[in-house]
Protein backbone atom coordinates (compact mmCIF):
# COMPACT_ATOMS: atom_id res chain seq x y z
CA UNK A 1 0.00 0.00 0.00
CA UNK A 2 0.88 3.47 -1.26
CA UNK A 3 2.79 5.29 1.59
CA UNK A 4 2.06 8.53 -0.14
CA UNK A 5 -1.29 10.77 -0.68
CA UNK A 6 -2.68 9.36 -3.54
CA UNK A 7 -4.66 11.62 -5.96
CA UNK A 8 -7.16 10.85 -8.78
CA UNK A 9 -7.47 13.68 -11.82
CA UNK A 10 -9.61 13.10 -14.49
CA UNK A 11 -8.56 14.51 -18.07
CA UNK A 12 -5.07 14.85 -16.89
CA UNK A 13 -3.50 14.74 -20.50
CA UNK A 14 -3.98 18.22 -21.59
CA UNK A 15 -5.08 21.74 -20.57
CA UNK A 16 -5.96 22.24 -16.59
CA UNK A 17 -5.90 18.47 -15.98
CA UNK A 18 -2.58 17.99 -17.34
CA UNK A 19 -1.20 21.27 -15.03
CA UNK A 20 -2.80 20.03 -11.98
CA UNK A 21 -1.03 16.97 -12.08
CA UNK A 22 2.16 18.31 -12.55
CA UNK A 23 1.61 20.75 -10.31
CA UNK A 24 0.28 18.44 -7.34
CA UNK A 25 3.89 16.44 -8.12
CA UNK A 26 5.86 19.39 -7.64
CA UNK A 27 4.79 18.57 -3.86
CA UNK A 28 6.71 15.56 -1.49
CA UNK A 29 4.75 12.87 -1.05
CA UNK A 30 1.95 13.11 -3.48
CA UNK A 31 1.36 10.20 -6.02
CA UNK A 32 -0.66 11.40 -9.16
CA UNK A 33 -3.07 8.74 -11.57
CA UNK A 34 -4.89 10.53 -14.07
CA UNK A 35 -7.00 9.49 -17.04
CA UNK A 36 -6.79 10.42 -20.45
CA UNK A 37 -8.80 9.02 -23.73
CA UNK A 38 -7.22 9.86 -26.65
CA UNK A 39 -3.63 10.61 -26.70
CA UNK A 40 -1.72 7.70 -25.27
CA UNK A 41 1.12 9.71 -26.26
CA UNK A 42 0.27 13.06 -24.58
CA UNK A 43 -0.32 10.49 -21.64
CA UNK A 44 3.36 9.03 -21.50
CA UNK A 45 4.26 12.59 -21.62
CA UNK A 46 3.00 13.63 -18.50
CA UNK A 47 3.86 9.93 -16.62
CA UNK A 48 7.80 11.04 -17.57
CA UNK A 49 7.26 14.34 -16.16
CA UNK A 50 5.25 13.22 -13.15
CA UNK A 51 8.22 10.66 -12.82
CA UNK A 52 10.83 12.97 -13.05
CA UNK A 53 9.55 15.33 -9.99
CA UNK A 54 9.74 11.75 -8.19
CA UNK A 55 13.16 11.13 -8.41
CA UNK A 56 14.48 8.44 -6.45
CA UNK A 57 11.37 8.24 -4.16
CA UNK A 58 10.21 4.63 -4.03
CA UNK A 59 7.27 5.63 -2.18
CA UNK A 60 5.55 7.53 -5.01
CA UNK A 61 4.37 6.16 -7.68
CA UNK A 62 2.17 7.92 -10.46
CA UNK A 63 0.24 6.08 -13.30
CA UNK A 64 -2.46 6.95 -16.36
CA UNK A 65 -5.58 5.39 -16.91
CA UNK A 66 -7.10 5.27 -20.44
CA UNK A 67 -11.07 5.93 -19.61
CA UNK A 68 -13.84 8.04 -21.37
CA UNK A 69 -15.47 9.82 -18.11
CA UNK A 70 -18.96 9.93 -20.03
CA UNK A 71 -18.92 6.37 -20.87
CA UNK A 72 -20.37 4.50 -17.25
CA UNK A 73 -19.48 1.22 -17.82
CA UNK A 74 -15.47 2.63 -17.67
CA UNK A 75 -16.48 4.86 -14.85
CA UNK A 76 -17.32 2.13 -12.52
CA UNK A 77 -13.92 0.15 -12.57
CA UNK A 78 -11.57 3.53 -12.71
CA UNK A 79 -11.62 3.95 -9.33
CA UNK A 80 -11.28 0.26 -8.28
CA UNK A 81 -8.15 0.22 -10.65
CA UNK A 82 -6.87 3.47 -9.20
CA UNK A 83 -6.60 1.41 -5.48
CA UNK A 84 -5.80 -1.87 -7.31
CA UNK A 85 -2.40 -0.10 -8.31
CA UNK A 86 -1.34 2.19 -5.69
CA UNK A 87 -3.21 0.80 -2.59
CA UNK A 88 -5.49 3.31 -1.38
CA UNK A 89 -6.97 6.56 -2.53
CA UNK A 90 -6.86 10.13 -0.91
CA UNK A 91 -8.16 12.81 -3.38
CA UNK A 92 -10.31 13.42 -6.62
CA UNK A 93 -10.14 15.63 -8.90
CA UNK A 94 -12.75 16.19 -11.26
CA UNK A 95 -11.36 17.76 -14.27
CA UNK A 96 -12.86 15.80 -17.43
CA UNK A 97 -14.76 17.98 -19.35
CA UNK A 98 -16.27 19.05 -23.27
CA UNK A 99 -18.19 22.14 -24.47
CA UNK A 100 -19.83 22.08 -27.60
CA UNK A 101 -22.22 24.38 -28.95
CA UNK A 102 -26.18 23.12 -29.40
CA UNK A 103 -27.65 27.12 -30.13
CA UNK A 104 -30.67 26.74 -29.65
CA UNK A 105 -31.29 30.59 -31.44
CA UNK A 106 -29.95 29.03 -34.53
CA UNK A 107 -32.94 27.59 -36.33
CA UNK A 108 -31.22 25.52 -38.10
CA UNK A 109 -30.52 23.24 -34.78
CA UNK A 110 -32.88 20.38 -34.73
CA UNK A 111 -34.17 18.82 -31.78
CA UNK A 112 -32.38 15.66 -32.05
CA UNK A 113 -29.11 17.37 -32.09
CA UNK A 114 -30.25 19.86 -29.18
CA UNK A 115 -30.62 17.00 -27.38
CA UNK A 116 -27.73 14.27 -28.00
CA UNK A 117 -25.64 17.31 -27.43
CA UNK A 118 -27.01 17.98 -23.98
CA UNK A 119 -26.87 14.14 -22.78
CA UNK A 120 -23.10 13.96 -24.28
CA UNK A 121 -22.00 16.87 -22.20
CA UNK A 122 -23.81 15.68 -19.18
CA UNK A 123 -22.54 12.39 -19.24
CA UNK A 124 -18.99 13.88 -19.76
CA UNK A 125 -19.16 16.82 -17.64
CA UNK A 126 -22.29 16.26 -14.79
CA UNK A 127 -23.11 12.20 -14.51
CA UNK A 128 -19.54 10.45 -14.84
CA UNK A 129 -18.05 13.05 -12.33
CA UNK A 130 -21.32 11.96 -10.28
CA UNK A 131 -20.37 8.09 -10.90
CA UNK A 132 -16.74 8.99 -9.87
CA UNK A 133 -17.70 11.16 -6.33
CA UNK A 134 -19.73 8.12 -5.67
CA UNK A 135 -16.92 5.71 -5.78
CA UNK A 136 -14.38 7.84 -4.59
CA UNK A 137 -16.61 8.28 -1.43
CA UNK A 138 -16.74 4.83 -0.82
CA UNK A 139 -13.41 4.33 -0.43
CA UNK A 140 -12.87 7.42 1.82
CA UNK A 141 -15.23 5.53 4.10
CA UNK A 142 -13.55 1.87 3.80
CA UNK A 143 -10.30 2.91 4.17
CA UNK A 144 -11.24 5.71 7.71
CA UNK A 145 -13.50 2.92 9.15
CA UNK A 146 -10.06 0.48 8.13
CA UNK A 147 -7.41 2.30 9.06
CA UNK A 148 -7.61 5.84 10.12
CA UNK A 149 -3.45 6.35 10.76
CA UNK A 150 -2.24 5.42 7.16
CA UNK A 151 -3.49 8.94 5.87
CA UNK A 152 -2.47 10.82 8.88
CA UNK A 153 1.23 8.33 9.08
CA UNK A 154 1.12 9.46 4.74
CA UNK A 155 0.51 13.75 5.43
CA UNK A 156 3.50 13.52 8.14
CA UNK A 157 6.23 12.66 6.26
CA UNK A 158 5.12 15.61 4.25
CA UNK A 159 5.89 19.16 4.25
CA UNK A 160 3.51 21.69 6.30
CA UNK A 161 2.21 22.54 2.61
CA UNK A 162 0.14 18.92 3.23
CA UNK A 163 0.25 18.88 6.98
CA UNK A 164 -4.05 19.75 7.42
CA UNK A 165 -4.54 16.76 5.12
CA UNK A 166 -3.69 14.92 8.10
CA UNK A 167 -7.41 15.55 9.52
CA UNK A 168 -9.54 14.27 5.95
CA UNK A 169 -10.68 11.13 5.47
CA UNK A 170 -10.57 12.06 2.04
CA UNK A 171 -11.38 15.30 -0.55
CA UNK A 172 -12.82 16.17 -3.61
CA UNK A 173 -12.33 18.81 -5.79
CA UNK A 174 -14.84 19.79 -9.02
CA UNK A 175 -13.73 22.10 -11.74
CA UNK A 176 -16.47 23.57 -12.68
CA UNK A 177 -17.10 27.43 -14.21
CA UNK A 178 -18.28 30.67 -14.29
CA UNK A 179 -20.78 29.66 -17.32
CA UNK A 180 -22.65 27.59 -13.83
CA UNK A 181 -23.28 31.64 -12.63
CA UNK A 182 -23.72 33.22 -15.87
CA UNK A 183 -24.44 30.69 -18.33
CA UNK A 184 -23.58 30.41 -21.95
CA UNK A 185 -26.16 31.73 -24.96
CA UNK A 186 -24.53 28.64 -27.45
CA UNK A 187 -23.75 26.29 -24.94
CA UNK A 188 -26.72 25.93 -22.79
CA UNK A 189 -25.69 22.50 -22.04
CA UNK A 190 -21.97 23.50 -20.66
CA UNK A 191 -23.09 25.75 -18.73
CA UNK A 192 -26.33 23.66 -17.05
CA UNK A 193 -23.55 20.86 -16.31
CA UNK A 194 -21.39 23.09 -14.49
CA UNK A 195 -24.08 24.47 -12.74
CA UNK A 196 -25.35 21.02 -11.95
CA UNK A 197 -22.13 19.59 -10.73
CA UNK A 198 -21.38 22.92 -8.52
CA UNK A 199 -24.66 22.35 -6.35
CA UNK A 200 -24.17 18.88 -6.65
CA UNK A 201 -20.57 19.40 -4.55
CA UNK A 202 -22.28 21.82 -2.22
CA UNK A 203 -25.11 19.14 -1.66
CA UNK A 204 -22.52 16.37 -0.89
CA UNK A 205 -20.79 18.75 1.18
CA UNK A 206 -23.55 19.52 3.80
CA UNK A 207 -24.18 15.72 4.20
CA UNK A 208 -20.39 14.67 4.10
CA UNK A 209 -18.74 16.66 6.45
CA UNK A 210 -19.42 14.62 9.06
CA UNK A 211 -17.30 12.08 7.78
CA UNK A 212 -14.45 14.28 7.67
CA UNK A 213 -14.33 14.34 3.51
CA UNK A 214 -14.22 18.23 2.04
CA UNK A 215 -15.86 18.69 -1.46
CA UNK A 216 -14.39 22.08 -3.03
CA UNK A 217 -14.91 23.59 -6.77
CA UNK A 218 -13.23 25.94 -8.49
CA UNK A 219 -15.14 27.89 -11.70
CA UNK A 220 -12.49 29.70 -13.59
CA UNK A 221 -13.29 31.91 -16.70
CA UNK A 222 -11.58 31.32 -19.89
CA UNK A 223 -8.25 29.59 -19.49
CA UNK A 224 -5.74 28.80 -21.62
CA UNK A 225 -6.33 25.70 -23.68
CA UNK A 226 -6.76 23.98 -26.38
CA UNK A 227 -10.79 23.92 -25.56
CA UNK A 228 -10.95 27.42 -25.31
CA UNK A 229 -8.60 28.50 -28.71
CA UNK A 230 -11.38 28.69 -31.34
CA UNK A 231 -13.11 31.04 -28.78
CA UNK A 232 -10.83 33.24 -27.19
CA UNK A 233 -8.22 33.70 -30.83
CA UNK A 234 -11.62 33.36 -33.51
CA UNK A 235 -13.53 36.16 -34.57
CA UNK A 236 -15.26 36.93 -30.85
CA UNK A 237 -11.15 36.93 -29.03
CA UNK A 238 -11.03 40.61 -28.44
CA UNK A 239 -14.86 40.79 -26.76
CA UNK A 240 -13.57 37.29 -24.81
CA UNK A 241 -9.83 39.18 -23.36
CA UNK A 242 -12.25 42.56 -23.04
CA UNK A 243 -13.83 40.63 -20.23
CA UNK A 244 -10.93 39.76 -18.25
CA UNK A 245 -9.61 42.55 -16.01
CA UNK A 246 -5.67 41.83 -16.49
CA UNK A 247 -6.90 41.92 -20.59
CA UNK A 248 -5.77 38.41 -20.77
CA UNK A 249 -7.19 35.04 -19.90
CA UNK A 250 -6.11 32.39 -17.17
CA UNK A 251 -3.41 30.49 -17.51
CA UNK A 252 -3.77 26.03 -16.66
CA UNK A 253 -1.07 26.56 -14.84
CA UNK A 254 -3.06 29.53 -12.25
CA UNK A 255 -5.99 27.42 -11.78
CA UNK A 256 -3.98 24.26 -10.81
CA UNK A 257 -2.39 26.52 -8.22
CA UNK A 258 -5.81 26.67 -6.28
CA UNK A 259 -6.51 23.14 -7.39
CA UNK A 260 -3.85 22.01 -5.41
CA UNK A 261 -4.16 24.44 -2.70
CA UNK A 262 -7.73 22.69 -2.06
CA UNK A 263 -6.49 18.95 -2.04
CA UNK A 264 -3.14 19.38 -0.13
CA UNK A 265 -3.38 22.71 2.06
CA UNK A 266 -7.02 24.14 2.41
CA UNK A 267 -8.96 23.96 6.25
CA UNK A 268 -11.69 21.23 5.98
CA UNK A 269 -13.63 24.27 7.11
CA UNK A 270 -13.64 25.55 3.79
CA UNK A 271 -15.98 22.75 2.45
CA UNK A 272 -18.46 23.52 0.23
CA UNK A 273 -16.39 26.71 -1.19
CA UNK A 274 -16.13 27.65 -4.30
CA UNK A 275 -13.07 29.43 -5.37
CA UNK A 276 -13.63 31.85 -9.02
Known sequence: MSSSIVVLVTGGSRG?????????????????AFTFNRSQDEANDVLQQLT???????NRKHSAHRCDVGDDA????????VVAEHGRLDALVNNAGIAEEHDLGNNEVSL???????????????????????????QFQLQSSSTSSTLNSASTTATSASSSFSTAAGRIVNITSRAAYRGEHTAPGYASSKAALSIFGQSLARRLGKDNIAIFSVAPG?????????????????EVLAQHPLGR????????NQVAYLVLQAPLAMTGTTVL
Open 112 to 138: EHFMVTMRKIMDVNFFGASSLTFQAVR
Open 249 to 256: IAQPEEVA
Open 52 to 58: QFSGADN
Open 16 to 32: IGRAVCLELARAPNVSV
Open 222 to 238: WVETEMAKDAVYGPGGA
Open 74 to 81: QCRTLVAA
